[in-house]
Structure formats: C-alpha cells, structure tokens
C-alpha cells in the first residue's frame, strides 16, 4: 500500500502535464511502515534526458544525493519515484523494469493522455537482488479531507 | 568516514543509514564496509568483482568515476561517501 495526501497526488499529476510531451520525474520521500511507504513529501527532479524525453526518464545521480540530503534533514527516507508515460498507458515497461534498481521502493506511473493526467498506478519493486526483482501491483490510499473531496469531484 | 547508504542495502546493513568506516582511500573504505557487512557485497559488485553499472558512488558531491584516482583517491574523516543506484526508465520504444 503507497499512501500519500491529496495536495502531494495532484501535484505529481500536474508535474507530468507541464512536461507534457515529455516525460516528468520526481522522489517521494518518506516513511516505510509496516503496512506500506507512506510519502510525505514529493520532491520535482529534471529529467537529464533531453535527448528522448518523449519516452526516457533519468534522475542526475547529483540530484539525488542532494535529495537524499534533504530526506535525512527532515528525518524522512527515499521511499520512491514517480514519472509520467505520456500517451501511453500507466503501466511499467520493459524499459521501467531493467532500469528499476530501489528493492522496496514505489514507482508511480501517470499516463498523460493529450496533455491530460489520466491514470495514476503505484508498483511496489520487491524481491532481494537484480535476478529475482519484480514490480507487483501496488494499492495507492490518498488522504483527503472533505474539501479535498469536493475538489476532487469538482475536476471529474 | 561516514558511508550513507541508500533505502534499498539497508537491509543488508541493520538498517543503519549511515555506516562509519576506517580507510585511507575510497577502495579501502568500501572494503572496510563489506567487511563489517559481507551481503552488501554482491548488490554492489558484479560476480568478476567490477561496481555495478547502476551503482554510483559519491565522494561528497564529486562521482568517483570521474575522479582522476578512482577508488584510489584519498579520503579524510571529516568526507562523505555516498552509494546512489540509478534512477531511470521511461514508457516505451518508439
């Protein structure tokens, strides 16, 4: 299970229709917990491939040390990555998973359609090491109070 | 020398975050670090003893691959040596 509040969902959708055609990418930083990662903050990384970034994502390994930095500031830990597939749908690829390295980590996925965020799914990476890695269907919870709830509505 | 350690190897260190190592070089402190914990070794290195293509180490903000002496350089105590597997993918092949 992937929680996160509401402000942090819209704002990795919205992230991923700014990009738009191309593909945005970020770190969710927070907690892992028993029943799952829950994000408490979500952190905007540039996508370093500007030479196919219809289709390719890459987090500068500089900007992650300086997120990791800020993670252990704020007493929180990279407990995922989202990006977005525009035009395509929010599933992994082949291209996701050979390139999945965080066991235990979330992979969001938003598939921007026209410019639009449509679906956002979560895969959880599990397994102990390269050869026995998966990605397995991961539930997302989004915390949402009542206001949250009529925006929500209001955009649907 | 402190070696921080990335979400994923925790698990293969205790969960400490933070390991604290003795060592003249950067080598040696990654030796000082699979020494104390012996499972960290094969997420980092390759069955023929090479790093990881995914696997990037920082020496404060500097990538070693690109440091003239490589895993040879010198480190003070006072440096900080961080392992941050890569982050990458995207949607498709087109």
Same mark, same amino acid.
């Given at each position: ?5 509401? *402000? #942090? ?9 700014? &990009?738009? *055609? ?11 917990? *028993? #029943? ?5 903050? @979500?952190?905007? =990384? +540039?996508?370093?491939?500007? /030479? ?24 929180? /830990?990279?407990? +995922? ?5 525009? #035009?395509? *749908? ?5 291209? #996701? ?6 066991? +235990?980590?979330?992979?969001?996925? &938003? ?18 090491? $390269? ?6 269907? $991961?539930?997302?919870?989004? =915390?949402?109070? $009542?206001?949250? @709830? ?7 | 020398? %402190?070696? %921080?350690?990335?979400?994923?190897? !925790? ?48 020496? %404060?903000?500097?990538?070693? !691959? ?11 105590? %006072? ?14 092949? !087109?």
């Amino acid at each position: 299970m992937l929680k996160l509040s509401y *402000p #942090d969902y819209v704002a990795l959708r919205a992230h991923g229709e700014e &990009t738009y *055609p191309h593909e945005c990418c970020g770190v969710l930083l927070g907690k892992s917990e *028993p #029943d799952g990662n829950h994000v408490r903050e @979500i952190v905007r =990384a +540039g996508n370093t491939r500007t /030479d196919s970034a219809h289709n390719r994502y890459n987090i500068a390994p500089e900007e992650l040390i300086k997120t990791q930095r800020q993670a252990r500031k704020l007493g929180l /830990d990279i407990v +995922g990555f989202y990006h977005s597939h525009p #035009d395509h *749908p929010a599933q992994w690829s082949q291209t #996701d998973f050979a390139e999945a390295h965080w066991i +235990g980590c979330s992979y969001v996925i &938003t598939a921007i359609a026209q410019g639009k965020a449509t679906i956002t799914n979560s895969f959880l990476l599990t397994g102990t090491n $390269e050869e026995d890695k998966k990605f397995l269907d $991961e539930p997302v919870e989004i =915390a949402m109070n $009542e206001a949250e @709830i009529v925006q929500e509505r209001g955009r649907s | 020398m %402190n070696i %921080n350690i990335p979400t994923p190897l !925790r698990a293969y260190t205790g969960g400490e975050k933070t390991v604290s190592v003795s060592g003249e070089t950067v080598g040696e402190a990654l030796e000082s670090l699979t020494g104390a914990y012996p499972d960290l070794r094969q997420h980092l290195y390759t069955p023929e003893g090479k790093l990881r293509s995914f696997v990037n180490l920082y020496l %404060n903000d500097d990538d070693i !691959r690109y440091l003239p002496k490589k895993e040879a350089t010198s480190v003070e105590e %006072n440096d900080e040596l961080s392992i941050i597997p890569s982050i990458a993918g995207g949607c498709c092949c !087109r």
